[in-house]
C-alpha cells in the first residue's frame, strides 16, 4: 500500500459575493518532488491566486473580484498508487463498529464508527457473533487515536477520556451511508 501524488483542494470562503456568503474550491497543482516541496509551493500558489483574485491587491484595484477571502482551508487527496483490491461480496461493507466513550471536556458520551469492520475485532473473531469485544487490541488500539492526547478529535476538538473507557460496543447495518 502506497499513497501518492498528492493533489490539494484549497476551499476559499467568500464574503461579498452576489447572495452575501459562498465559497469557492480550487485545485492547486504545485510542482515539486517531493511531499514537503509540493505543501511549500503550494503556500506560495495560494498568496499568487489571493492576489490575482482580490485579496492581496485591493488597493491596486488590480483583481477579477470584488468579493473577500476571510479564510480559507486545504485538503491535501492522496491516491492510493497500487491496485485496488477485489471485494468478494463477504466482507461487512454494509456494517459499522460503534465505539462509545466519554468526551474529556464535556463529561458526555459520544461515539465514533469503524466502517465494513475485520471480523477479528468481534467475540469469537466472527461477525456472526454481533458483539464487539471491547477488549480486542486492535479496537482499543484505533480507539486510542481518539482518546486525549491522541491524534484524532472526534468533533470541535474533543477527545475521548484517556485512558479510554468504552461504554459501549455495538454493531449497526448501514445502506448509503444511513442506518437502517
Excluded: H
Aim: proline share 4%.
Amino acid at each position: 500500500m502506497a499513497f501518492g501524488a498528492p493533489r490539494f483542494f484549497v476551499t476559499f470562503d467568500l464574503i461579498g459575493s452576489y447572495d452575501g456568503e459562498r465559497n469557492k474550491v480550487v485545485e492547486f497543482l504545485p510542482a515539486g518532488a517531493a511531499i514537503a516541496a509540493k505543501r511549500a509551493q503550494l503556500d506560495t500558489d495560494i498568496v499568487v491566486w489571493l492576489t490575482a483574485w482580490n485579496n492581496l491587491n485591493a488597493l491596486t484595484g488590480v483583481y477579477v473580484s470584488s468579493s473577500f477571502v476571510p479564510s480559507y482551508f486545504i485538503t491535501e487527496k492522496y491516491v492510493e498508487d497500487t491496485s485496488v483490491p477485489s471485494f468478494t461480496g463477504a466482507e461487512n461493507v454494509y456494517l459499522e463498529a460503534q465505539i462509545q466513550a466519554e468526551l474529556n471536556a464535556k463529561g458526555v458520551k459520544y461515539s465514533t464508527y469503524i466502517q465494513s469492520p475485520d471480523p477479528q475485532i468481534f467475540s469469537g473473531n466472527s461477525v456472526n457473533t454481533n458483539k464487539i469485544d471491547p477488549a480486542d487490541a486492535a479496537y482499543l488500539a484505533f480507539a486510542a487515536l481518539y482518546e486525549d492526547g491522541g491524534i484524532c478529535a472526534i468533533s470541535d476538538g474533543d477527545q475521548f477520556v484517556s485512558p479510554i473507557n468504552i461504554s459501549a460496543a455495538a454493531l449497526r447495518s448501514v445502506r448509503s451511508g444511513k442506518a437502517f
